[in-house]
């Protein structure tokens, strides 16, 4: 059998009480995708037995590949496999793989297996079990081919998920699909999605094959280039042409990277230069070294950092003037360009960036309104001061202010 | 009317696609929930006419408000408005105050408006609007009170939704419904779901209002409490009254607060105690101050962080001794004991936290594998190292090690 669509049906009262953010939907979409297998609906539903038979049907009804995730759990509420196999008329056997893995687990954590968790080892008949490498919730898969019909059934835990996702289910599905897709993403920063769009509108407009697609997000553009074909290797020379024309194009200029993220792009280039960088953050708190360090491998390109919240941190720690501060204030050009230098000669990095600003709700004034932040950038080129004005909430000040401080710092390269 | 039942439908190939996770629908549901508007149903589908056209068709046959996010925006794909006006028999016209608004947002930016930005000005005809506060989408609402349907459409990016959902969109469903729930979240560390259900069993199955539900991820586990009556007092306290109980049984212990977060916890207990703390991190990278500094108010407690990633940071910033990262190693009790030791001697805090392990995916050995972690905690009661075995991959090692550190510092007060 082949499949032509799929369909990811999240099971849990979480999603629908907004208790969790639905990451398996966005992880599995993406997969699907690269496989080359369609995608038109999605849906979530709750832990009812009633409500979640009828989604499956419904779903089958539309699909060739219904993806379920959660529900497995040990806990009384847990349904999604006894009602899958109900749909598809299987009953659930136990899999003895699957309880040594559990027993394994318990052991491993030196805890007592509750009665609960023997539950998780059962199985809808004739299925193909996918182990759990990472939990005990084993996943599977109900073949009915002669209705050519596939239900996949995952743990919904997205560490499990992930994992069994890509090490077990992705194998599993190429048997069922024939066409190849490669999508990237070209990254931008430094202009808005409607002005990135305008520039491009007639060029993306007539992309079939490869097509483009304009995604914001944090102050960030990403367009997204996929193209389709019998192989991968036409997949990625469509892809390739479209990304240099785009390269060439008026966008070309505020392009960092392709797949990569700001942090990534930073980290990548220092090591291409074998240069080093340096944070000194106030106002984004650890936001900046946490990013950079996010990336496996920064530890070649960044030695030190500092949150110096306290002003008695910025003197201590990095020779901020205590005169400067009582005179410009720590939210300051005049502070943010001694936090630059000063990080990066404590460091001795080749590069020293700073950060100092309001971040909000609180500490605003007319004059240093909240988002009012001050970026500083040191390096053997000397030291610069950039002001920026952002709009948003705490989270979304921080977020801002270390997007452009990578940004700024790629820069300085 | 009355409004019984919801469903949140969620426009975008994004999301269809995985290129971005919806968290729109979480923070809908959320709200839904606080509203006690029930929700049995969520879908996402793709920017296309056909497929939209249908799901809100099929979702208006289920439910009595259909809201739907993105699809606003100002480009040729962006269909939500005509497609859900010509489901509701509407025609679009112009807005002038959302076109006015539009207008002043390019000025405030400085930037040029494009043509396409117009057509985000074009609301269906009798709607309520919903003007944007963050961005150039209007929102709106389309009322049929004869047949008790009403369609609520909001913009895709998150931070307008948000704004906008929360100042405007809620007040206007208040007078639709008439029934108040209350919903409260204990908050575990320290103890798995599975143990915590085994130990509170017949409680939470006996439990029906409030109702009480297990929800984990990232090596915590939440128990929400949630009470539905005719009046807010009620509901407050049925939920504070199961709050007791839980605090009463064996899972009291790992019990560290309610409605909050392990940072938020600790910058609380903090203040409480007019104590500081101090951050030394190597595998966190930054991520334990970023935490701490997430929460607003924190400043008063965080005055110093250190992000010592290369050893000679470790002894220049903390005073690690040279020898000890010779003879132990940069990964070991000693050198975590000596970093925690230092950020509180440097920044004279009360207690110096202290992280330094194996992140991965690199740098693992046999002896030191990847999820090795060492957590130094130091007070004026002396100072203790912690070693931790944690599995995963980086992002979770670094976040698991964070929320040890976060726990650990908690104790400590």
Chains 1, 2 share one sequence.
Request: glycine share 10%; hydrophobic share 40%; aromatic share 6%.
């Amino acid at each position: 059998m082949k499949i032509r669509n799929a369909e990811i049906l999240c099971v849990g009262t979480e999603i629908l009480i907004g208790d969790i953010v639905n990451t398996n939907a966005a992880f599995i979409s993406e997969k699907l995708a690269l496989m080359g297998i369609s995608q038109y609906y999605q849906a979530a539903v709750g832990d009812n037995p009633v409500r979640l038979e009828n989604a499956i049907r419904e779903a089958l009804g539309r699909c060739d590949l219904l993806i379920m995730s959660g529900g497995l759990g040990p806990t009384y509420d847990d349904l999604t496999k006894e009602t899958a196999a109900k749909c598809m008329g299987r009953r659930l056997v136990l899999n003895e793989e699957a309880l040594e893995n559990i027993k394994k687990i318990f052991a491993f954590r030196g805890k007592e297996m509750t009665r609960n968790n023997e539950k998780q080892a059962y199985i809808p008949e004739g299925s193909t079990v996918f182990q759990n490498g990472a939990g005990t919730a084993p996943g599977c898969a109900i073949e009915d081919f002669e209705n050519g019909k596939i239900i996949i059934m995952l743990p919904g835990p997205p560490f499990e998920l992930k994992k069994m996702f890509s090490e077990q289910v992705m194998p599993y599905l190429t048997r069922f699909t024939d066409k190849h897709f490669v999508s990237k993403n070209v990254n931008i920063f430094g202009m808005g999605e409607s002005e990135v769009e305008s520039r491009l509108k007639g060029f993306m407009e007539d992309s079939v094959n490869p097509s483009i697609a304009p995604y914001c997000g944090d102050g960030e553009v990403r367009l997204r280039v996929t193209a389709s074909s019998k192989t991968v290797e036409e997949c990625e020379s469509l892809v390739t042409g479209a990304i240099e024309r785009i390269k060439a194009s008026e966008v070309g200029s505020v392009i960092y990277g392709v797949d990569t993220t700001l942090a990534r792009a930073l980290v990548d280039k220092l090591s291409a230069f074998k240069k080093t960088v340096a944070v000194a953050e106030s106002c984004t708190g650890g936001l900046i070294s946490k990013r950079i360090t996010d990336v496996s491998g920064s530890s070649a390109v960044l030695g030190y950092g500092v949150v110096t919240y306290a002003n008695e941190a910025k003197v201590k720690l990095l020779s901020v003037k205590p005169e400067t501060l009582e005179k410009y204030g720590a939210v300051s050009e005049h502070t943010a360009r001694e936090m630059a230098l000063g990080v990066r000669a404590i460091s001795g990095s080749d590069i020293g960036i700073a950060t100092t600003g309001i971040a909000g709700p609180g500490g605003g004034t007319a004059e240093k309104p909240v988002g009012l932040v001050y970026l500083g950038v040191a390096s053997d080129k000397g030291v610069r001061v950039i002001k920026l004005m952002l709009k948003g909430d705490r989270d979304r000040v921080r977020v801002l202010a270390s997007s452009n401080a990578l940004a700024e710092a790629l820069r300085e390269i």
